[in-house]
Structures are given as C-alpha cells and as structure tokens.
C-alpha cells in the first residue's frame, strides 16, 4: 500500500512537471529591447548622456583648470558606468527570470512555484531549446530535487 501511495506521488509529480515544462516553453520570452526596461542600465545610459551634452556645451567655456578637473570627474563616471555594465549580464537574468516568473506564476500553485523558477533559470540560460525535448532525453535533469539543487547552484 505505501509502495503505492509513492508511486502515485511520483506520478502526480512527474505530471506537474510536465505541465510546468509545457508552461514555461510556451510563455517565457525576452526580447532585445527589455536591455532598455531594465532600470540600472536605462537609469546609467540617461545619466551618462545628460552629463556627456552638458560637457559638450559647458567645456569650451569653462577655464583650463576647471577643464581639467571636470574630464577627470567625467572618466571618473566613465569608469563607474564601465563597472554597471560589467555587471549588467547577471542582473539582467535575474530581472529576465523574475519577470518571466511573475508572470507564468499566475497559472500555478504555490507549492509548484519553486519548480517553475527552476524551469525559468534552464529556459533563460538556454532559450533556443525546448525542455520538452530535453526532458525526453535528460529526465534526470527534470526531477524535482534535481532542480531545486540546480535552482540553489
């Protein structure tokens, strides 16, 4: 009876996960222009063309010692933006998963969110492949503590 109970379990579970692979590939999207939504990268990118036309306006006016201290604030901000977009990429897959989690989350119940998370980290760190064919392959990959313990890597 309890050899039973679990394989029922299993079952249920490996239908659920399915149905979140099902979810995930029909609905997880990103497109080019979401670099421009992410707000650290938009937030710099206005800043830095504000400060860069008020340099090209106020430069050739200013005397040669402000001149100077100004270009060196101004690489100064250079290098602040450089450092932001260096560490653009992993920030972005966070703000790509936890969007994309948002929004499929809604079709799922509480105690699947996890998984779903799981499936949304596998989907954004290879998005030309459909986890339905790698799940035909890879079904290891595809048990719940296996992507829990992906999830936490």
């Not at 005397?63 to 977009?85: D, N, Y």
């Not at 499929?104 to 509480?110: A, G, L, P, R, T």
């Amino acid at each position: 009876m309890i050899a039973n109970q679990e394989k029922e379990k299993l079952e249920t579970s490996e239908e659920s996960v399915l149905r979140l692979i099902e979810l995930v590939d029909k609905n997880f999207a990103w497109k080019w222009y979401d670099v421009f939504r992410f707000s650290p990268f938009a937030i710099n990118l206005f800043f830095m063309t504000f400060i860069a036309l008020l340099l090209y306006f106020y430069l050739p006016l200013a005397p040669l010692s402000e001149r100077i201290t100004i270009i060196l604030v101004f690489f100064g901000l250079i290098l602040a933006f450089l450092q932001v977009v260096a560490s653009m990429p992993k920030l972005f897959g966070f703000y790509i998963i936890d969007r994309n989690h948002k929004t499929i989350s809604k079709c799922v119940n509480e105690s699947e969110r996890i998984l779903l998370k799981a499936l949304i980290t596998m989907k954004y760190k290879q998005p030309g492949f459909l986890l339905a064919e790698t799940y035909q392959r890879y079904k290891s990959l595809f048990e719940e503590e296996t992507l829990v313990k992906n999830l936490y890597e």
